[in-house]
Nanobody, 121 residues
Framework: VQLQASGGGLVQAGGSLRLSCAAS????????MGWFRQAPGKEREFVAA????????YYADSVKGRFTISRDNAKNTVYLQMNSLKPEDTAVYSC???????????????WGQGTQVTVSS
């Protein structure tokens, strides 16, 4: 599975962005998907995850209520809708595919390149 993230950009605080992660290859609908982010000088951190069916979602406390993860298995795509963005959300956001929707990065088998999100104050 190859993953391609897109949708990042520069936005003012309080604004919104929607990230997309398009998958190529077979088996997308059998994978759990996750979004992680990494800010300069900081470790990569979990943002959100979704089960293969979309029936279960998980969020970091820092984004709960502001971000929504979803997926369209017919389009082999997972989304991250980000609302009420804050400057501290500035980071490179990456998507990942794995067997279960965990909050740790290690179990994810496939990673896409990141997309930069910059939130200005």
């Amino acid at each position: 599975v190859q993953l391609q993230a897109s949708g990042g950009g520069l936005v003012q605080a309080g604004g919104s962005l929607r990230l997309s992660c398009a998958a190529s290859g077979r088996g997308f609908s059998s994978f759990a998907m996750g979004w992680f982010r990494q800010a300069p000088g900081k470790e990569r951190e979990f943002v959100a995850a979704i089960s293969w069916s979309g029936g279960s979602t998980y969020y970091a406390d820092s984004v709960k209520g502001r971000f929504t993860i979803s997926r369209d298995n017919a389009k082999n795509t997972v989304y991250l809708q980000m609302n009420s963005l804050k400057p501290e959300d500035t980071a490179v956001y990456s998507c990942a595919a794995g067997g279960i929707p965990t909050m740790t990065s290690r179990p994810y088998q496939y990673w896409g390149q990141g997309t930069q999100v910059t939130v200005s104050s």
